[in-house]
């Protein structure tokens, strides 16, 4: 993979493609990596460049440290860095936080956003208190992290990629992990929403029991230019679970002039 220093830290990046229009996807909690969204890029049109940071597996902390609130100061500027501002910037989960604080405060780096099960706090998300819990008393092991991750899909539908994301759980750092999911379960981003000027597709997998649908109607009330896609057949990781549509659905906003 390769590297680059982003206020004086290592970050190791994943990149696909080559244009004028520049993604960046933003990975999820719970030891999640770039390594996410790999097929999802593979799958944009021509003319797209993607970027996908790994902000728990083999880069440096953020300068204010491993919280929600500092990634999205540190991804802000890599964008810059990379030559990629404005992007379009694509987070899932605790990545969608992540995307609504980088939209709200720093949106001289954001083209649009993609909102991928996610929401502006954890009200009502018992899950994430509960994993949260089972993550800090039993640890990382492969047992614990194959148990938690499978919360994220109605259905596994890749064997092997669900593999492969259990492994690179077993390689983040188990304190930045709970560091970030504290700062996630801390954060209410509601008061920013309204700042917030990009245009917004907001999806979201009707089965996810974690981040249910009063999340994305939140989201919804609170920003201003928001559209919202719906995935019928998918809980937390709609990008998984019905690839071809969620591909189809990103493609197309992705098209739409910026604002």
Not at 24 to 48: C, D, K, M, Q, Y
Request: glycine share 8%; with cysteine.
């Amino acid at each position: 993979m390769p590297t680059t220093h982003v206020n004086g830290r290592l970050i190791h990046y994943r990149e696909w493609g080559e244009g004028e229009t520049n993604v960046i996807f933003v990975h999820g909690g719970f030891g999640s990596s770039a390594n996410l969204w790999a097929r999802t890029a593979e799958a944009l049109p021509p003319g797209v460049r993607a970027l996908a940071a790994d902000m728990f597996l083999h880069s440096d902390p953020p300068p204010k440290g491993h919280s929600v609130e500092g990634i999205a100061d540190h991804l802000a500027d890599f964008a810059l860095a990379m030559g990629a501002a404005p992007a379009t910037f694509v987070g899932h989960s605790m990545g969608g936080v992540v995307c609504q604080l980088i939209g709200a405060r720093r949106p001289e780096v954001v083209r649009q956003l993609v909102l991928v099960t996610t929401g502006p706090n954890v009200r009502n998300h018992g899950v994430a208190l509960m994993l949260m819990d089972q993550l800090r008393e039993r640890g990382r092991t492969r047992e614990n992290m194959d148990e938690i991750a499978r919360h994220w899909f109605k259905t596994i539908p890749d064997r092997e990629a669900f593999e492969r994301y259990v492994d690179d759980s077993m390689e983040a750092p188990l304190e930045a992990m709970l560091s970030v999911q504290q700062s996630l379960i801390d954060m209410d981003t509601t008061p920013e929403l309204a700042r917030i000027t990009a245009p917004v597709l907001v999806t979201h997998g009707v089965h996810d029991h974690g981040r249910t649908m009063d999340h994305a109607e939140r989201l919804m009330a609170g920003i201003p230019d928001a559209r919202l896609a719906l995935f019928e057949e998918s809980g937390h990781a709609p990008m998984w679970e019905e690839a071809p549509k969620f591909n189809e659905t990103l493609h197309a906003f992705l098209r739409q002039p910026a604002a």
